[in-house]
């Protein structure tokens, strides 16, 4: 495949699932424009871009549009072959996107409880405010949106929901991709350290918000310090967003939601 002649990505400052290709095209060492999307009022480009879904993150290269941040990265790896994120064993490839969809399905599935769903549909303003965040349903890290829209047992349940689902991941990366560290893919990160290092800032949010802490080293010792290592690498500490802008907008969606919610 020719070499790319220009490369743009379309995101959204907050989304982890942005954040995931910024990391993987920077770990690449792709040079590409960053286009900051207002998602409230979506430009004409990213409408044509992404018409299916008219969402972010959307890669352009060289004028030909990709959507859908799981199948950007897989397009990244084959377009960019240097450094790999999978490995070369079709085996291990394998496991490495089994636990990939994992994440994906697990979070997407649990980010709505019954009560949360009712909500969005019933209340207005709701309605209007998942609108208005329209990246959240699938942009924010495991259970984040049923933890931060809930309170007392629904909330409950979404935590313990999210402990358990880091457990089965911990427990089967280490059980089917065994590797001395320091990252999950090994001395160098891979596609599940991405995955996993963009949903650090939502993990911190869970915790000062609701005094939940997701990535408890004695719970989850793997992926406590893989993301650790992740988020030391020089490349990827531009990409971090500050957290004092994450936690004032998720601080601002919790308090809508919970004052909108059926009493």
Known sequence: MAEAKEVKLYGFWSSPYCVMVHYALKLK???YEYVEEDLQNK???LLQLNPVYKKVPVLVVDGKPIAESLVILEFIEEMWKEPPLLPEDPYKKAKVRFWADFFYQKEYDCQYSQGVRKALHKVSTLV??????SYVPKQLVPDFYAIMQSEGDA???ATKELAEHLTTLENGIQK???SEGPFINGEKPGLLDVIMGSSSGGFRVVADLVGMEPLKKEKVPLLHSSIASFLDLEVTKDIVVPHDMVINRARAMREKALASAPK
């Open 43 to 45: 430009s004409e480009s």
């Open 155 to 157: 909330q409950e349940k």
């Open 176 to 178: 089917d991709l065994p």
């Open 128 to 133: 209007c405010v998942s609108k208005s965040l």
């Open 29 to 31: 060492d792709v040079v």
